[in-house]
Structures are given as structure tokens and as C-alpha cells.
């Protein structure tokens, strides 16, 4: 049996990274420690955890005309994500400005191309072939208002194929636009600013999330992630939480990221959801130990650092 193949649609950037002794107020300058420029978005994080654990990940994306667009795509390549279906839209790649101040990062940046990434007749009549899709919930902010991402989740409803969607960058919109997603999608992922938001809580209130996510839009799993808390799987019948591993952040850039490739993994490979979220924190923490969204990462590095992650990995 070959790898299993997942199509993701999401943005990709280039991450202009800088390692700075405080933030500046404003019009303050700060001399930062290190800078880097390097390949993010958070399509483009999710297919490179996955392949980095065996799965073969096709990106839907868009990059610029710029000297950037084929640095993003090369930096995907290496890793031996498809970029069969990235386009380069005339412009200026997404790119985003991220400030790492002890441990945590903060972000300006503009999504460029990335706001043009639509899905074509083409890509929709590959989607059979497909064993899972994910969608980001930033692409509801595309020019079409979401239109591509909703053809995608339905095209793979009719066919049977799991899905899943952050809703990241979404949550924000109109609980309207939200319902959107009803029988659409299988799995959710969101954090907790995200829950918030969407239920327009100062706190994440489970049992409104689970009758919004599961009871209104039909979802099967919600997954709640919490940062150095911890997550939590939400299902029509029980909540799992799983603690956080006690870490050291260098860079939070890119840790929700591999936290959902870390879920996507677990659906993919029938995992229980305690060892689904486990994989995922680990995930996560695993990035949160490196300089920018996308870690040097392999299943012998996770296993070395997390030792637990063996029976899970198989190795």
C-alpha cells in the first residue's frame, strides 16, 4: 500500500523572521539578534510535517512572480511536497514580518498572492483520487469569499474522502458565513482565541462549541488547541485532554500547524484520540524548539526527543 496522499488548500509565504531582545514601541528601533528569511504559511507548514512523516501531501496554492515564489516552492520540493497544483499569480508572494520575542512570536504581514488562490474544474476532478483533504479557514478571506473552499469540502463529502478545516482567519467573520461549512466538513480545528471569538465568550465555553461544531455544522471531532495548556478532542460524547510537554519555547511561529498535521496523521492512521492529541502536542513542541514555523524533522528526531511517540510512529 503506497503513502497516503492529502490535498491541503492554504496560504503560502515567505517568512522574514526576526530574533529581537524586546518589541518596539513605536517609533522605537530594535536591533535584532538574528534574522532569517525563511518558507512558511500555513499550508505550506502542514504539507511539510505530513511528508516528513511519510505522508505524500499536495499543496493548492499561490505564490508571486517574485524571486520568492520559487524559493517557496523549491523549499517544498526538498521535502518532496507536490506542487502540482501552485500556481504563480503576477505580484508579490504572501509575506509576513514575525517578531520572536522570548518565545512568542508577533506577526505583520500581507498575504499577496495567497488572496488569489482559487480552486480550478481541474484540481475538483482530481479530488477522488484523494485519501484526505484539509482546507484553512484563511482562505475564506480569497478573492472568491470562500466559493473554492466550500467546491473542495463538497467535492470530497460526495466522494467519501474525509476533510478537515482550521478556522483560523474565519472565525472572526459572521457566525452567518460559519454555517456555510454545515454538512460539509468532518473534522474542526481552531485554538482557544479562536473558540472566543467564534462564540463571543471571554472564556471557551465546551459545551457551546460542541453544539455549534458538532450539533449545527455536523462535524464528527473538534480538536481545541490550548498552547502550553495542553488540547483537547471534542466528540458528540466525550471531551479528551491531553497535557502540554513542559517546554522551552524558542518560536511559536508554525506550532498550530504541526499541531494539525499531528491530528491529520492520527485521523489518516486510525490513532485513539489520546494518542492522536499526543502526537499532536508533540508536534507542536517539537516546532516551538527551532527558529521559524517549519523544524529539520524527522520521526527518529520526534521519537529521540519524545520518546512515548515510539508505538505510535512505528519505529
Not at 42 to 63: D, F, Q, R, S, T
Not at 80 to 87: G, I, M
Not at 265 to 277: A, C, I, V
Not at 291 to 297: F, K, N, S, V, Y
Amino acid at each position: 500500500m503506497g503513502k497516503p496522499k492529502v490535498l491541503i488548500f492554504g496560504d503560502l509565504n515567505l517568512d522574514i523572521v526576526f530574533e529581537a531582545p524586546k518589541l518596539p514601541s513605536l517609533g522605537e528601533f530594535v536591533k535584532a539578534k538574528t534574522m532569517k528569511l525563511l518558507s512558511g504559511g500555513v499550508g505550506g507548514n502542514i504539507a511539510h510535517n505530513l511528508a516528513l512523516l511519510g505522508v505524500e501531501p499536495y499543496i493548492l496554492g499561490a505564490v508571486g512572480t517574485d524571486i520568492f515564489g520559487d524559493m517557496i516552492i523549491n523549499d517544498l520540493k526538498r521535502v518532496s511536497v507536490k506542487t502540482d497544483f501552485v500556481r504563480k499569480h503576477p505580484g508579490s508572494s504572501g509575506i509576513m514580518s514575525i517578531f520572536v520575542y522570548g518565545g512568542e512570536r508577533t506577526m505583520v504581514g500581507h498575504r499577496g498572492t495567497n488572496e488569489y488562490n482559487t480552486v480550478t474544474e481541474e484540481v475538483l476532478s482530481k479530488i477522488p483520487e484523494f485519501d484526505y483533504i484539509h482546507v484553512s479557514g484563511y482562505t475564506f478571506l480569497n478573492i472568491d469569499n470562500g466559493f473554492s473552499t466550500l467546491k473542495i469540502l463538497e467535492e470530497a463529502r460526495k466522494h467519501g474522502i474525509p476533510s478537515s478545516i482550521d478556522l483560523e482567519g474565519v472565525a472572526s467573520l459572521s457566525r452567518e458565513k460559519i454555517k456555510e461549512l454545515k454538512g460539509k466538513v468532518d473534522y474542526i480545528m481552531l485554538n482557544d482565541f479562536e473558540a472566543q471569538t467564534l462564540l463571543r465568550a471571554t472564556h471557551v465555553e465546551l459545551d457551546k462549541l460542541r453544539d455549534l461544531a458538532i450539533g449545527v455544522l455536523g462535524a464528527k471531532h473538534v480538536y481545541l488547541k490550548m498552547g502550553y495548556k495542553g488540547s483537547m478532542a471534542i466528540t458528540s460524547e466525550k471531551t479528551v485532554f491531553k497535557q502540554a510537554h513542559k517546554i522551552t519555547p524558542k518560536d511559536t511561529t508554525g506550532a498550530g500547524d504541526a499541531f494539525d498535521a499531528g491530528v491529520i496523521y492520527g485521523l489518516l492512521n486510525n490513532l485513539s484520540l489520546e494518542d492522536t492529541l499526543l502526537l499532536a502536542n508533540s508536534l507542536g513542541a517539537y516546532t516551538c524548539l527551532f527558529i521559524g514555523a517549519r523544524p529539520p524533522l524527522s520521526k527518529l528526531d520526534l521519537i529521540t526527543k519524545f520518546p512515548e511517540l515510539k508505538n505510535i510512529l512505528k519505529l
